[in-house]
């Protein structure tokens, strides 16, 4: 948990509270096998959790990661000799192409932002074009993204930060 940033600690802490403790929480965790692991997966991608609905394979996929670390934990202090979530079974997730937008598109984009908010209309225009516009090229390179959060927006990196402990 060192490694994680606040973010991370505070939604896997949200996933071991609503998720993990209704349903696997009363079990020992040497009692914990690939069957359960796999039996709330189906659960949760049928009916969620009690006073939920149904999950997305990517929800899911985000529980499995929070199950195995802390498996892998128990497995470190030698609580269990294997990690059943290394054999458990989760959802795939489709990553749907994304098609991005006609040139057309953009310029009438951009085009109404001017009119409405000229920050927002700045941003767009130096997220999108991060160099001259080649004839030949037709495709933009993003750095960034906007994201919301507790009512505030803010540009945020498209790619994860370098960790102070980069492998040599």
Do not use: F
Not at 11 to 32: E, Q
């Amino acid at each position: 948990m060192a490694d994680w940033s606040p973010a991370t600690a505070l939604a896997h802490g949200s996933i071991i509270d609503r998720h993990l403790m209704p349903t696997l929480g009363a079990k020992a965790v040497t009692k914990i096998t690939t069957a359960d692991i796999d039996a709330l997966y189906a659960r949760l991608r049928s009916r969620g959790v009690p006073g939920g609905r149904p999950l997305g394979a990517a929800s899911v996929r985000r529980t499995h990661v929070v199950v195995h670390a802390a498996l892998a934990q128990a497995v470190r202090w030698k609580w269990l000799r294997i990690n059943p979530a290394s054999n458990a079974t989760p959802p795939r997730v489709v990553t749907p192409e994304i098609v991005p937008p006609a040139p057309g598109d953009v310029a009438r984009l951009l085009a109404v932002l001017a009119d409405l908010d000229a920050p927002l209309h700045a941003y767009v225009r130096l997220a999108a074009i991060r160099r001259p516009p080649q004839p030949d090229r037709r495709a933009a390179l993003v750095r960034r993204r906007l994201r919301r959060r507790h009512g505030h927006v803010r540009p945020v990196s498209t790619k994860k930060a370098p960790t102070s402990s980069a492998r040599s």
